[in-house]
RNA sequence: GCGGCUGUGGUGUAAUUGGUAGCCACGUCAGACUUAGGAUCUGAUGCUGCGAGGCGUGGGGGUUCGAGUCCCUUCAGCCGCACCA
């Protein structure tokens, strides 16, 4: 019989489906959590390079139910997004209708590649069963408060009871600013006034902040959606504005976000992206008082070593300090150069780095030497970090020297043996000197001459505590996200605004559903796509949304405008897998209890410093109020490599309809055109197929070389736009769902990224032909014996089974590939079952289908996928096989101890006639023996 | 500038984790069966040399009986952060 695999795999994707084979349930076995990033639904379907990812956690999740465990592999997708958005805007379509028409069409493509998901457990984040839950998180982080010192999230109720007895008192808590009031204040206040101070220390609070304004998209963009200054998506240019946004204390779990990391089995690469974009920097904060004036302001240094360095202070131009601090007659000044600085892009900012400033006129005293330096204003400092100030030490900084040089400010070398006549000395290595300089002195007679830079940062640590100067500060680099997006196709807030009061709708009436728009485009007062929507405020009363025209009836009140961004609802969807269909809780406690997080996560690692954030972020809160019972979502994670394309090109002769083959090209003035991969086989174009490709190359002129058309070719990524898209579809269609996943496994590791290239694609669906043909005889009948194998034939699949355990544990399924078929190899035209069967089942992972029909046809009546992984014990196989090499090619390789006083001859003769080596080489001689002087030998056979 | 990853035949890659470098494939060449081959099967295939041999894991150095693997250094490519004090 033939290997059809068209009817094959169409009669196993139905069985599965109908006996529902996938559905995974809580029971008394192991659990193993495999999970893929679900994909955003986007018009084009999916490419080859999708399935990548997914096709490598199929195999494990397969793999470890066949070692037992009850696994949970669910699929979903992240269906809210600017692109449904935008095509909506263009042509009206509802989002909605596209974004179901785009699911279909992917499950369409994944059904075809016969994943085991458990379709039951689908999410959508753009359905309200969903999203309920999305926004019950954002009401609890709403009445949350994050304590500093127990680095946990606690209800805002306790705050609340602590300012009515204490007010704001010494509690540590992440704030937005600082704010200093007594209990009878806090008392005192309206309700309206008591909201905006809880606004400082809420979870999700409203803000108003910088943003990233994109006006094309007209929406705020978070920090990650921006690149280089341009939007990520479409790649707009982004400009900065302050406006009054929902916000996430993401910062406050800063620390918790880094110290998890070495909990978790991530990429080094990826684990260090994100340290980098927490930004941990431990420094000290010291107040600097101005000289003349009531007013003082706090810099941050991480080389407070440095402070008898300091020769001028710089504020940020967007400080409010820089307002208190100006002198009369630099006001003007000040005034033209802050205004220069607004009318600059941080695109500009960025790229141009020349030396700018203005003097304020104020003098700041420096707190150790009590000396006085002026205080410039200048934008290389930034207002968001550290404290929008800094001192400025040109000796060792370079930023600092650039500015010092320019403005002709004096230098201070404070390191021994350092050069600053050309450039600033920024390493902190050497011992400190003119600390302070030589006939000055400072208070209390401080001093750091002598020390190491290290030695010094301490003492000044030290000092500047002791002495209320000032105090040692952690500060991070990570910013609180902005919650809140101008656009319609995302999560509604739950949250109405009583009397200018943002108020939570109550929990019970959740989830508010997105409501019926007639554009999606803002409305001419500039609101948010919601001011369109027509039903849209809220009935305190009745507890309902209702007509928007009755908000100025008694218990109506308008509806938050704004909707959620793309990560609100990607992040948590891990634990909704769990238990996808509850309504009474995001998931049940059973659930949680059982399923606890995400053993193996696998997606790309461009999410790094977003979903990977965000979620960890939403899961550690969510772990503080007790529903995520793991501090860390994702135990595991690997990040499958991109699948570049491999374009074509033809080459047209300038200004003709002629196209010259690649060899002849550089005869000609010629431009090279991508030319649709899928009518090119191994670069070479399909006339014909060219021709009705488009109209206007319908009576295209080819000059050949040996009768071909050569194509050029270069690789890029995969797009649209560049038609080298190469379809999963496609090669199903042509090879067979179980050749597609085995070839793009064996393509190379699953992270590395690779050009696609369908040429190797014949080996593998030869592999499978041959492993099917060993199941039939001459006349194609179905024939496996039941005679014993021989111990070659047991050796081998011993083997074949100890190696490909070890490489799928080790997510290197290339190398198991290759194994099966070297295995195939050994085996010639082996029938017998006691080798069959084994290779059957731990074939399935990679080859679901095949393998399924064999397994049926050697008569098994429940699927292959409830099989029992098979077990190598190597102490049964070097008892009962000694004579043949146990490793995997073929090498047998041993250590033996022997005696350090004997000789080099000594050693062989003795390494030969031991025991252990007869029993390895039966007798025949060792093609290597390695003999190390003294006494260790080793044994090559 | 700081940090991370990678570098092996014509190509994708492998190497029992310090032990015969190049497994398994693709491609190429030769042969077989064929009217035919973009089907199938068999064999060869790192470079160099007629040959014995020599040379080979980006370059240089080191540790070791032994290095693709460990250490130092250098080059190249990719990625992250970046006027972050």
Same mark, same amino acid.
């Given at each position: 019989?033939?290997?059809?695999?068209?009817?094959?795999?169409?009669?196993?994707?139905?069985?599965?489906?109908?006996?529902?084979?996938?559905?995974?349930?809580?029971?008394?076995?192991?659990?193993?959590?495999?999970?893929?990033?679900?994909?955003?639904?986007?018009?084009?379907?999916?490419?080859?390079?999708?399935?990548?990812?997914?096709?490598?956690?199929?195999?494990?999740?397969?793999?470890?139910?066949?070692?037992?465990?009850?696994?949970?592999?669910?699929?979903?997708?992240?269906?809210?997004?600017?692109?449904?958005?935008?095509?909506?805007?263009?042509?009206?379509?509802?989002?909605?209708?596209?974004?179901?028409?785009?699911?279909?069409?992917?499950?369409?493509?994944?059904?075809?590649?016969?994943?085991?998901?458990?379709?039951?457990?689908?999410?959508?984040?753009?359905?309200?069963?969903?999203?309920?839950?999305?926004?019950?998180?954002?009401?609890?982080?709403?009445?949350?408060?994050?304590?500093?010192?127990?680095?946990?999230?606690?209800?805002?109720?306790?705050?609340?009871?602590?300012?009515?007895?204490?007010?704001?008192?010494?509690?540590?808590?992440?704030?937005?600013?600082?704010?200093?009031?007594?209990?009878?204040?806090?008392?005192?206040?309206?309700?309206?006034?008591?909201?905006?101070?809880?606004?400082?220390?809420?979870?999700?609070?409203?803000?108003?902040?910088?943003?990233?304004?994109?006006?094309?998209?007209?929406?705020?963009?978070?920090?990650?959606?921006?690149?280089?200054?341009?939007?990520?998506?479409?790649?707009?240019?982004?400009?900065?504005?302050?406006?009054?946004?929902?916000?996430?204390?993401?910062?406050?779990?800063?620390?918790?976000?880094?110290?998890?990391?070495?909990?978790?089995?991530?990429?080094?690469?990826?684990?260090?992206?994100?340290?980098?974009?927490?930004?941990?920097?431990?420094?000290?904060?010291?107040?600097?008082?101005?000289?003349?004036?009531?007013?003082?302001?706090?810099?941050?240094?991480?080389?407070?070593?440095?402070?008898?360095?300091?020769?001028?202070?710089?504020?940020?131009?967007?400080?409010?300090?820089?307002?208190?601090?100006?002198?009369?007659?630099?006001?003007?000044?000040?005034?033209?150069?802050?205004?220069?600085?607004?009318?600059?892009?941080?695109?500009?900012?960025?790229?141009?780095?020349?030396?700018?400033?203005?003097?304020?006129?104020?003098?700041?005293?420096?707190?150790?030497?009590?000396?006085?330096?002026?205080?410039?204003?200048?934008?290389?400092?930034?207002?968001?970090?550290?404290?929008?100030?800094?001192?400025?030490?040109?000796?060792?900084?370079?930023?600092?020297?650039?500015?010092?040089?320019?403005?002709?400010?004096?230098?201070?070398?404070?390191?021994?043996?350092?050069?600053?006549?050309?450039?600033?000395?920024?390493?902190?290595?050497?011992?400190?000197?003119?600390?302070?300089?030589?006939?000055?002195?400072?208070?209390?007679?401080?001093?750091?001459?002598?020390?190491?830079?290290?030695?010094?940062?301490?003492?000044?640590?030290?000092?500047?505590?002791?002495?209320?100067?000032?105090?040692?500060?952690?500060?991070?680099?990570?910013?609180?996200?902005?919650?809140?997006?101008?656009?319609?196709?995302?999560?509604?807030?739950?949250?109405?605004?009583?009397?200018?009061?943002?108020?939570?709708?109550?929990?019970?009436?959740?989830?508010?559903?997105?409501?019926?728009?007639?554009?999606?485009?803002?409305?001419?007062?500039?609101?948010?796509?919601?001011?369109?929507?027509?039903?849209?405020?809220?009935?305190?009363?009745?507890?309902?949304?209702?007509?928007?025209?009755?908000?100025?009836?008694?218990?109506?009140?308008?509806?938050?405008?704004?909707?959620?961004?793309?990560?609100?609802?990607?992040?948590?969807?891990?634990?909704?897998?769990?238990?996808?269909?509850?309504?009474?809780?995001?998931?049940?406690?059973?659930?949680?209890?059982?399923?606890?997080?995400?053993?193996?996560?696998?997606?790309?690692?461009?999410?790094?410093?977003?979903?990977?954030?965000?979620?960890?972020?939403?899961?550690?809160?969510?772990?503080?109020?007790?529903?995520?019972?793991?501090?860390?979502?994702?135990?595991?994670?690997?990040?499958?490599?991109?699948?570049?394309?491999?374009?074509?090109?033809?080459?047209?002769?300038?200004?003709?309809?002629?196209?010259?083959?690649?060899?002849?090209?550089?005869?000609?003035?010629?431009?090279?055109?991508?030319?649709?991969?899928?009518?090119?086989?191994?670069?070479?174009? @399909? !006339? =014909?197929? #060219?021709?009705?490709?488009?109209?206007?190359?319908?009576?295209?002129?080819?000059?050949? +070389?040996? *009768? %071909?058309?050569?194509?050029?070719?270069?690789?890029?990524?995969?797009?649209?736009?560049?038609?080298?898209?190469?379809?999963?579809?496609?090669?199903?269609?042509?090879?067979?769902?179980?050749?597609?996943?085995?070839?793009?496994?064996?393509?190379?590791?699953?992270?590395?990224?690779?050009?696609?290239?369908?040429?190797?694609?014949?080996?593998?669906?030869?592999?499978?032909?041959?492993?099917?043909?060993?199941?039939?005889?001459?006349?194609?009948?179905?024939?496996?014996?039941?005679?014993?194998?021989?111990?070659?034939?047991?050796?081998?699949?011993?083997?074949?089974?100890?190696?490909?355990?070890? @490489? !799928? =544990?080790? #997510?290197?399924?290339?190398?198991?590939?290759?194994?099966?078929?070297?295995?195939?190899? +050994?085996? *010639? %035209?082996?029938?017998?079952?006691?080798?069959?069967?084994?290779?059957?089942?731990?074939?399935?992972?990679?080859?679901?289908?095949?393998?399924?029909?064999?397994?049926?046809?050697?008569?098994?009546?429940?699927?292959?996928?409830?099989?029992?992984?098979?077990?190598?014990?190597?102490?049964?196989?070097?008892?009962?096989?000694?004579?043949?090499?146990?490793?995997?090619?073929?090498?047998?390789?041993?250590?033996?101890?022997?005696?350090?006083?004997?000789?080099?001859?000594?050693?062989?003769?003795?390494?030969?006639?031991?025991?252990?080596?007869?029993?390895?080489?039966?007798?025949?001689?060792?093609?290597?023996?390695?003999?190390?002087?003294?006494?260790?030998?080793?044994?090559?056979?």
């Amino acid at each position: 019989m033939e290997y059809n695999f068209r009817e094959i795999e169409q009669k196993w994707q139905k069985y599965w489906a109908e006996n529902k084979t996938y559905k995974a349930e809580i029971n008394q076995k192991p659990k193993f959590y495999v999970l893929d990033m679900f994909p955003y639904p986007s018009g084009a379907g999916l490419h080859v390079g999708h399935p990548l990812g997914y096709i490598a956690s199929d195999i494990f999740a397969r793999y470890k139910r066949l070692c037992g465990y009850n696994v949970l592999h669910p699929m979903g997708y992240d269906s809210y997004g600017l692109p449904a958005e935008q095509y909506a805007i263009q042509t009206g379509q509802h989002p909605e209708v596209t974004t179901k028409a785009n699911i279909n069409r992917y499950r369409e493509q994944l059904d075809k590649i016969g994943f085991c998901f458990d379709w039951d457990r689908e999410v959508r984040t753009c359905e309200p069963i969903y999203y309920k839950w999305t926004q019950w998180a954002f009401q609890k982080m709403f009445n949350s408060f994050f304590c500093n010192k127990e680095q946990k999230a606690f209800p805002i109720d306790i705050l609340i009871a602590h300012f009515e007895k204490e007010g704001s008192g010494d509690w540590d808590i992440a704030e937005t600013e600082h704010l200093e009031f007594s209990a009878a204040e806090w008392n005192s206040w309206d309700e309206k006034k008591r909201n905006d101070v809880l606004m400082n220390y809420r979870i999700a609070f409203m803000g108003e902040t910088m943003v990233n304004w994109c006006p094309k998209l007209g929406t705020v963009l978070a920090n990650d959606e921006v690149v280089d200054g341009v939007s990520v998506r479409g790649g707009f240019p982004v400009e900065q504005k302050k406006m009054r946004q929902w916000c996430l204390r993401v910062s406050a779990y800063a620390q918790r976000l880094l110290d998890g990391l070495d909990t978790i089995q991530w990429s080094e690469s990826i684990k260090e992206t994100q340290k980098n974009w927490i930004g941990r920097s431990e420094g000290t904060e010291v107040l600097i008082k101005v000289a003349d004036q009531d007013v003082d302001f706090t810099i941050f240094t991480t080389r407070a070593d440095t402070m008898f360095g300091v020769t001028f202070f710089v504020l940020a131009p967007e400080s409010e300090l820089v307002d208190k601090v100006t002198t009369a007659d630099q006001r003007a000044a000040v005034d033209e150069y802050v205004k220069y600085v607004k009318g600059r892009t941080e695109r500009e900012r960025m790229i141009d780095h020349t030396v700018t400033g203005v003097f304020s006129g104020a003098y700041g005293v420096n707190p150790i030497t009590g000396e006085k330096c002026p205080i410039y204003i200048a934008e290389y400092v930034l207002a968001g970090y550290g404290t929008g100030a800094i001192m400025a030490v040109p000796a060792h900084d370079s930023r600092d020297y650039a500015f010092a040089k320019h403005f002709n400010l004096p230098i201070i070398p404070l390191i021994e043996g350092a050069d600053v006549s050309e450039e600033s000395y920024d390493a902190k290595e050497g011992i400190v000197m003119n600390s302070p300089m030589a006939g000055k002195s400072a208070i209390d007679g401080f001093t750091l001459n002598g020390l190491t830079i290290k030695e010094a940062i301490a003492a000044t640590k030290k000092f500047v505590s002791e002495h209320n100067l000032g105090r040692v500060k952690v500060n991070f680099r990570l910013r609180d996200a902005i919650f809140s997006r101008q656009r319609y196709w995302g999560e509604p807030f739950p949250v109405y605004y009583k009397n200018g009061i943002p108020t939570m709708i109550p929990e019970e009436c959740l989830p508010i559903e997105l409501p019926e728009v007639d554009k999606f485009l803002p409305t001419e007062t500039g609101e948010p796509p919601l001011g369109n929507a027509q039903v849209w405020a809220w009935d305190e009363e009745n507890r309902k949304v209702v007509d928007k025209s009755l908000v100025n009836e008694k218990t109506i009140f308008p509806i938050e405008l704004y909707t959620m961004p793309g990560f609100a609802g990607s992040s948590a969807y891990y634990l909704r897998y769990m238990d996808p269909r509850n309504d009474k809780a995001l998931l049940s406690e059973d659930a949680s209890a059982y399923w606890q997080n995400v053993d193996l996560y696998v997606g790309g690692s461009e999410h790094a410093t977003g979903h990977l954030i965000y979620s960890r972020f939403w899961n550690k809160f969510l772990f503080d109020i007790g529903v995520s019972k793991k501090e860390e979502p994702f135990q595991k994670l690997v990040n499958q490599g991109m699948i570049q394309g491999r374009s074509n090109f033809v080459y047209r002769i300038k200004d003709t309809n002629t196209f010259v083959s690649l060899g002849l090209k550089d005869q000609y003035d010629v431009t090279p055109i991508h030319v649709d991969v899928n009518i090119v086989k191994n670069d070479v174009l @399909d !006339i =014909e197929a #060219f021709r009705t490709w488009r109209p206007e190359y319908n009576n295209a002129e080819f000059i050949l +070389e040996d *009768g %071909k058309y050569v194509c050029g070719w270069a690789v890029e990524k995969m797009s649209k736009s560049m038609y080298n898209v190469v379809n999963p579809d496609l090669i199903v269609e042509t090879n067979g769902a179980d050749t597609l996943r085995m070839y793009e496994m064996f393509l190379g590791p699953v992270e590395q990224s690779k050009p696609w290239d369908t040429k190797g694609i014949d080996g593998v669906y030869r592999f499978l032909r041959r492993f099917w043909a060993l199941f039939f005889d001459a006349n194609g009948n179905f024939c496996v014996s039941n005679d014993a194998p021989s111990a070659e034939e047991l050796k081998t699949l011993h083997k074949t089974i100890k190696k490909v355990t070890f @490489d !799928i =544990e080790n #997510f290197s399924f290339n190398t198991s590939i290759s194994a099966f078929m070297i295995c195939a190899n +050994e085996l *010639g %035209k082996c029938n017998k079952r006691q080798i069959l069967e084994p290779l059957v089942i731990i074939l399935s992972p990679f080859a679901p289908h095949i393998t399924e029909e064999l397994w049926h046809l050697l008569g098994n009546s429940t699927s292959v996928c409830d099989a029992t992984f098979p077990t190598f014990d190597e102490k049964y196989l070097v008892e009962n096989f000694v004579k043949y090499p146990i490793s995997f090619n073929g090498k047998v390789r041993f250590t033996l101890e022997l005696p350090a006083d004997m000789s080099k001859e000594e050693v062989e003769k003795t390494a030969l006639a031991n025991e252990q080596t007869q029993k390895f080489t039966n007798g025949a001689a060792p093609k290597k023996v390695i003999v190390v002087p003294g006494k260790i030998v080793n044994i090559v056979l």
